[in-house]
RNA sequence: GCGGACGUGGCGAAAUUGGUAGACGCACCAGCCUUAGGAGCUGGCGGGGCAACCUAUCCCGGUUCGAGUCCGGGCGUUCGCACCA
């Protein structure tokens, strides 16, 4: 930037100052870490996006802009910081807008991935771009293929046919996780069971670990209850159900197992094995009927409906404790992914039973009476759920006994007579990994019909995805790959006999479950992770992103971490020490969305007021962890607060002293800037900067160097364009990101004299002016001295509250 | 239904352990500068009152010398989970 007339100052001017020092950035390397040699280092890791056709959302550039002031912060406070970024370019975001826009994934995702990269690298992040990853190139897919061997190596990969969730738009099967409502979560289709063989991560048997160690994790407490609430632990008993006449057993689940005596009727979910076996000719062809017509309803209608429905089977169990006869029946309220698929109703104590009992008009016996019933107390209209405030009765030997006890001593007493055992139960069901879709990994697992099941030696990764002109999905139930013969016929690696390849590829959550892993090693061809710079760089130091992914990608992430721990391949079992969830921005109240028309494209925001204020307006609108609403009025105020740090670089003297009182303002201020930067405050630590270039600049006085040079440091994190032009007017050749941040001085922050907030009777009086360390009595007298306190203290003085530096209360009366 | 988070000026918000409620910013008002201002600078800005003061953090109650903050009850917003046995 040059000015012909040197008398007129310069202004700032992001659109030159910007790129300046974002191709200085490049050309030094600033950015470039020496992942092999270091002695403090830092990962910050952020979510990697999805590249998507539109580009850029503001959302993102929230998100990866307080990870990396997060990220800049500890650069300048000493750490050597590694912060990569790539994309999450597989799956069927993807390929459902290549499909709209008559595209092709393996042409579209490169130029999404293009703009995205021009866009992130207008905004200014640290990030070191040697290092990005691609999840749907072959260098990085490979690695995906091979993670999925070993958890087929570790037996926690197996196939499996059952009832599965499928998407009828986008023709595919999802996990649990991606169905909402009954809803699949990415188009709203209600999703329908399907019976297809699919693949299964045994992730269910990392339950009690994924649960036992989020109390070790430095996590969102948002987070953490999120993942609790999803692996779903559940304190209670299976018991046996003696089947009349038959030799088999029905096994149920239950946390009640107190309330044993009041079971009056067993259910089995409509798919349950044993209905076959128990169903009495009799009642076959009702049976069937009602099988076919839950078969055929799709979730959505299922949970929707309040109604209980449900059919008699024919045949009997025997009650353990009571030694009655109790029929069993179906039901489509009994679901068969949870627990054994099969309850114990208890309708005197249980809504749900209480409901279905009315409507098939079964018996309802009260085995648990509140404080105010009597054994005989009728129930009424609704069933007795308390569990806490009851004592059993109608419980023979039971009678009299709390709740709380009673769990434990009936479950004890089954046990002893061979009925049941005290079990805990997670809702987390195994991760359906299987997708009937193009664009992701083919899954690396060959089928041969002399070996069985084979899986691709690592020799022969990448299985490498075929260019398909025709992608789209259809009704088969397999992938379109199956569609390419050439592609699936393959020799069997062990026999070498004709065989098959599977066709389904893998789930994109499988892609993002170990990227952070890739980062550090995205040079290496030759092995997945380098075991040196994992040692070095992993666990991830602070892991910022979206609380959508609470429990998909956090979960996953946790249980492939924790399975390559267990193969040997990791010398730590949880991939993120430190996790914070950022908020939402949002606009006028409402998501931005295309159709609300509300959407923000920061290419326009930037161009027009900086991607320095941009940044910083998006920090300051809000606290980072809550999110807020996007209004176009709110920048020009950073903008302002830039353009004054500017001008006063730019006009600031060395001549003389810096003032005493402004530099004791500088000292606190860097005391809290640090602090609330650490701990996120982003928008505290800004006006905290305000504040203090307020004083700075207050009447218009000479500014001095040494009262804007720290400051620049500070400002550095948050808007890092100006601060390096800054930096660089005061006199400094090397970038302010290795200037270190400034030091404070302690005894700077304390003042000689303070106000002490004078009280009566806990109403505010006056304040005076007083030595820090002035004593209560001292302060007492001097406080008294001052009319309009000394007004307020009629009557004898009964309590003196002195808090020093801060208060004192007079208490009178 | 169960669980979490939240509720403060015209607006976004701050108050980290109970200690001056409203920092910082937007908007607004007044003034300065200017040929001009959608620029810059200075000051004001919860409500009432000339003032001393009074009043005020969703509502009601409590604990405390003192409550936005803690406790009990209610209302509202919002986000998870949801026939989970």
């Known amino acids: ?102 595209a092709h994934p393996m042409e579209m995702t490169p130029r999404n991935v293009s703009n995205f990269q021009r866009q992130l690298e207008r905004a200014g992040l640290m990030i070191d771009w040697r290092y990005k990853v691609d999840t749907s190139r072959a260098d990085y897919y490979k690695w995906t293929q091979w993670v999925f061997l070993q958890l087929y190596k570790q037996g ?164 353990p404790a009571t030694g009655a006869p109790i029929p069993i029946w179906i039901a489509d309220y009994v679901l068969m992914e949870y627990g054994t698929g099969a309850i114990m109703a208890v309708p005197g104590h249980d809504e749900r039973d209480f409901e279905f009992a009315q409507a098939f008009t079964l018996p309802i016996v009260r085995v648990v009476a509140g404080p105010d019933d009597r054994a005989d107390t009728p129930l009424g209209d609704t069933a007795f759920t308390d569990d806490t405030g009851g004592r059993l009765v109608n419980s023979a030997q039971f009678d009299g006994l709390p709740v709380n006890e009673a769990k434990a001593s009936v479950t004890a007493w089954l046990a002893d007579g061979g009925h049941g055992t005290a079990v805990v139960n997670y809702r987390l069901h195994d991760w359906c990994i299987s997708r009937q879709r193009y664009w992701g990994p083919p899954i690396p697992i060959i089928y041969c019909d002399a070996c069985g099941t084979v899986p691709v030696p690592d020799s022969q990764l990448p299985v490498e995805l075929p260019f398909l002109a025709d992608f789209k999905p259809d009704d088969s139930g397999v992938s379109p790959l199956a569609r390419d013969a050439a592609w699936y016929h393959v020799p069997c690696p062990a026999c070498g006999a004709a065989a098959r390849r599977e066709t389904d590829v893998s789930d994109t959550f499988l892609d993002s479950s170990w990227y952070f892993l890739r980062y550090p090693s995205a040079t290496r061809d030759d092995v997945p992770f380098d075991a040196a710079r994992t040692r070095a760089w992993l666990p991830v130091d602070s892991y910022i992103g979206g609380n959508e992914h609470a ?58 007021w900086g991607a320095d204020a941009f940044r ?70 800004i006006a905290a900067m305000m504040e203090y270039l307020n004083a ?53 922050l304390l003042d000689d004299t303070v106000e002490l907030v004078v009280q009566v009777n806990g109403k505010v009086r006056g304040k005076l002016n007083v030595a820090a360390d002035i004593t209560q009595d001292a302060a007492v007298t001097a406080a008294l001295a001052d009319a309009n306190i000394a007004k307020f203290c009629v009557g004898e003085i009964r309590k003196v509250i002195f808090v020093p530096k801060r208060l004192l209360n007079i208490v009178v009366g």
């Open 1 to 102: 930037m040059t000015h012909a007339d040197p008398t007129i100052p310069a202004p700032y001017e992001p659109s030159t100052v910007e790129p300046r020092w974002q191709q200085r950035w490049a050309e030094r390397g600033t950015n470039a870490v020496d992942l092999d040699h270091t002695t403090r280092p830092f990962y910050s890791l952020m979510m990697f996006p999805y590249p998507s056709a539109e580009g850029l959302h503001v959302g993102n550039l929230f998100a990866f802009t307080g990870s990396d002031i997060s990220a800049r912060f500890h650069r300048l406070q000493g750490h050597q910081v590694f912060q990569p970024l790539g994309y999450d370019a597989f799956g069927i975001h993807s390929e459902n807008y290549a499909l709209k826009m008559g």
């Open 616 to 685: 910083m307006y998006l920090m300051f609108l809000g606290p980072y962890e809550e999110g807020g609403d996007f209004r176009d009025a709110g920048i020009s105020g950073v903008r302002r607060f830039l353009d004054r740090l500017w001008s006063s670089v730019r006009d600031c003297s060395s001549d003389g002293v810096a003032d005493a009182e402004v530099l004791r303002k500088l000292h606190r201020t860097i005391k809290k800037v640090g602090d609330d930067t650490a701990r996120l405050s982003y928008n505290t630590a």
């Open 696 to 748: 700075v600049r207050r009447g218009e006085r000479n500014v001095h160097r040494d009262e804007v040079l720290p400051l620049v440091q500070l400002a550095a994190a948050y808007a890092p364009h100006l601060a390096e032009e800054c930096w660089n007017t005061l006199g400094h050749d090397a970038s302010v990101f290795d200037a270190g941040w400034p030091m404070f001085d302690p005894s700077m």
């Open 156 to 319: 926690l990969a197996y196939k499996k046919a059952g009832a599965v969730n499928w998407c009828p738009t986008d023709k595919t099967v999802l996990a649990n996780e991606q169905v909402e409502n009954g809803l699949c979560e990415r188009c709203g289709t209600p999703v329908e069971q399907r019976f297809l063989e699919q693949w299964f991560f045994r992730i269910s048997q990392y339950a009690e670990r994924l649960l036992h160690n989020l109390d070790t994790l430095d996590w969102s407490d948002i987070t953490k209850h999120a993942q609790r609430n999803w692996l779903g632990r559940s304190e209670g008993a299976e018991l046996s159900f003696a089947i009349d006449e038959h030799s088999d057993y029905v096994r149920v689940f239950t946390t009640r197992a107190d309330t044993i005596y009041g079971a009056t009727y067993l259910v089995l979910a409509p798919e349950h094995p044993l209905v076959g076996t128990v169903t009495t000719a009799a009642q076959a062809d009702a049976v069937r009927a009602y099988q076919d017509a839950t078969k055929r309803q799709d979730l959505i209608t299922r949970k929707s409906v309040k109604d209980k429905t449900g059919v008699f089977t024919g045949a009997h169990a025997i009650n």
């Open 551 to 608: 429990v998909l990608h956090l979960l996953y992430s946790r249980f492939v971490t924790m399975v390559l721990h267990d193969a040997g391949h990791l010398d730590f079992e949880e991939p993120f020490t430190k996790f914070r969830a950022h908020g939402m921005i949002i606009r006028e109240g409402a998501k931005m969305s295309k159709s609300k028309g509300n959407v923000i494209n920061p290419d326009v925001y930037m161009e027009e």
